[in-house]
């Protein structure tokens, strides 16, 4: 939906499962009309709603086959929707799976992420409005554990941005593909993606056309979870000149490390479906660890040493609206200063996207009607005003 500032603003769609065009198609037509109908109902959505849509690569290949994506263009215009971005991060199956580091797979350093990005604009081109253009997401490159060749990286990145300023040409539509840090990514702090960024632009053939069309999806969560100040973090990147393609807003988990409470109520959210990366921030600086079961390990172990005054944060996406619910506690404060920085600097970034893909995997007691969740946070997004988050996760 347009948001104040020339502002777009929808929720991600791979929150529900769905990998073919098919499965994708059925989750547009029900689960997503069935949010917009409900802010409608609530006065808090009029004209058009947006989507952030998720394709998979069989998804994508599946609807670019005959007059699908014509007819998909004639049901939005239909139903009043639009889609100004494409998640495309996750290449394969991304629920009820084994997810994990494979969430990587295929990464830059291949061909088939390449391609697969390709087709993903080939439909944004199509479907993107004219005044706000899209954007894609995608990930930060490939994973530390990959231990990537960052030339192949750079070499596919920048033939990535040739055809994307060829389709913008072409269009007349302002398409951009946005990198997201994530912890352990290829690069994952302000740190390392300042870095990165400044080598590929020095190596890029074309470095205008380079930032014009490369620059980063910054998610709240991920850069919350790195001990990193959103202001502070995002004032590098524009010093950099580094584009902001796209925001997420998500929230993730932070807890005392030292409190036996804490670690027991975290023990509620491993999980076997996806990566759950913790980082605890203490004097020495900051400690990684590659999944909750690694971290346990590490604690049990005496590998980790935890000392009074620890901090420390998971990646698991919680509702925006949750607040602290001790012994737990939430990096909502990361979203509420993004949001104060989007009224400072209205024109760092044109798309904002709420992610929060766990709803499947949250803990018993934590759950609500999918549809509800989605609506509270576009609510907390918009009026600020929905009820404290409580659950019985203690």
Not at 28 to 41: A, C, G, P
Not at 90 to 111: A, C, I, L, M, Q
Not at 202 to 209: G, K, L, S, T
Not at 269 to 285: A, C, D, K
Request: net charge negative.
């Amino acid at each position: 939906m347009k948001w104040n500032h020339d502002h777009h603003l929808a929720y991600c769609t791979n929150v529900h499962p769905a990998e073919s065009w098919e499965e994708t198609f059925r989750v547009l037509r029900q689960d997503v009309l069935s949010v917009r109908d409900s802010l409608r109902e609530a006065g808090d959505c009029s004209g058009e709603f947006a989507i952030g849509l998720r394709l998979s690569a069989q998804a994508v290949e599946e609807l670019l086959t005959g007059q699908r994506l014509d007819e998909f263009a004639s049901w939005l215009q239909e139903h009043q929707t639009y889609v100004f971005t494409i998640n495309g991060f996750p290449y394969g199956d991304f629920h009820d799976t084994r997810v994990k580091e494979n969430v990587y797979r295929p990464d830059w350093t291949t061909s088939e992420r390449l391609e697969y990005t390709k087709r993903l604009f080939e439909v944004i081109a199509v479907l993107a409005p004219s005044d706000c253009g899209g954007s894609v997401s995608t990930l930060p490159g490939s994973f530390k554990e990959f231990e990537a060749d960052e030339d192949l990286i750079f070499s596919y990145l920048e033939d990535c941005a040739s055809f994307v300023e060829e389709l913008s040409l072409s269009s007349g539509k302002d398409l951009h593909l946005g990198l997201e840090p994530e912890p352990l990514g290829h690069f994952e702090n302000t740190t390392e993606t300042l870095a990165f960024f400044e080598r590929f632009f020095a190596q890029a053939r074309d470095p205008d056309c380079a930032r014009r069309r490369i620059g980063i999806n910054y998610d709240c969560c991920h850069f919350a979870i790195e001990f990193d100040e959103c202001e502070e973090s995002l004032r590098a990147f524009r010093e950099a000149r580094i584009r902001i393609s796209k925001v997420h807003l998500s929230s993730a988990l932070e807890f005392d490390p030292t409190a036996a409470d804490s670690l027991s109520s975290l023990r509620r959210f491993e999980e076997p479906t996806y990566l759950h990366q913790v980082i605890v921030q203490h004097g020495q600086g900051l400690t990684r660890l590659r999944d909750l079961p690694e971290f346990y390990q590490a604690l049990t172990s005496g590998e980790l040493t935890i000392t009074q005054g620890d901090r420390a944060r998971c990646h698991f996406h919680v509702p925006l609206y949750a607040e602290a619910d001790s012994p737990l506690g939430t990096t909502q404060q990361h979203v509420r200063d993004l949001l104060a920085y989007r009224q400072a600097w209205p024109d760092f970034c044109q798309h904002f996207e709420i992610e929060t893909y766990t709803w499947g995997v949250l803990p018993t007691g934590l759950q609500t009607s999918l549809r509800d969740q989605i609506v509270r946070e576009f609510q907390w997004v918009l009026r600020g005003d929905a009820e404290p988050y409580t659950s019985s996760s203690k």
